[in-house]
């Protein structure tokens, strides 16, 4: 499966952006999908993910409650919605996907086998 994310840009704090991925060659419905970003000088972190039946979501703490993903078989694609943004959710956000859902370790990069390219999103003070 090949994944293109898209809608990044600059927003200032207390802001909303909403990120799509959208994939080709596969139909998304047999994926995990999450998210991570990548902070300059920072490790690769875990964002969110939506499991393949679209009955679970996870988050890592310091989205949780502000960041919601939503999956839309339709489209063949998910979205990250990113509300009441904060400077240090400036990063670039990849999407990633596994046939796999590994409970406990989900939140590793190394658990994705296929990512989108990164998306820059700039959150301004």
């Known amino acids: 499966v090949q994944l293109q994310a898209s809608g990044g840009g600059l927003v200032q704090a207390g802001g909303s952006l909403r990120l799509s991925c959208a994939a080709s060659?596969?139909?998304?419905?047999?994926?995990?999908m999450a998210w991570f970003r990548q902070a300059p000088g920072k490790e690769r972190e875990f964002v969110g993910l939506?499991?393949?039946?679209?009955?679970?979501?996870y988050y890592a703490d310091s989205v949780k409650g502000r960041f919601s993903i939503s999956r839309d078989n339709a489209k063949n694609a998910i979205d990250l919605q990113m509300n009441s943004l904060k400077p240090e959710d400036t990063a670039v956000y990849y999407c990633?996907?596994?046939?796999?859902?590994?409970?406990?370790?989900?939140?590793?990069?190394?658990?994705?086998?296929?990512w989108g390219q990164g998306i820059l999103v700039t959150v301004s003070s």
């Open positions: 990633a996907a596994d046939r796999h859902y590994y409970a406990g370790s989900a939140h590793l990069p190394n658990r994705y086998d296929y």
């Open positions: 060659g596969r139909t998304i419905s047999a994926y995990v």
């Open positions: 939506i499991t393949r039946s679209s009955t679970n979501a």
